[in-house]
């Protein structure tokens, strides 16, 4: 249970990760495109 219980908080972590890292990249484009 706990090593499952691991697992998931690890994925968690990273597709937050992965999310915050795509909407930054968006926000930078959306800048270029502006400017």
């Known amino acids: ?3 499952l ?3 998931s ?3 968690a972590s990273t597709e937050v990760r992965m999310s915050a890292l795509a909407s930054q990249s ?3 484009a959306d800048a270029e495109v502006s400017a």
């Open 26 to 28: 968006i926000v930078r």
């Open 9 to 11: 908080i690890v994925l």
């Open 5 to 7: 219980a691991n697992q």
């Open 1 to 3: 249970m706990s090593a």
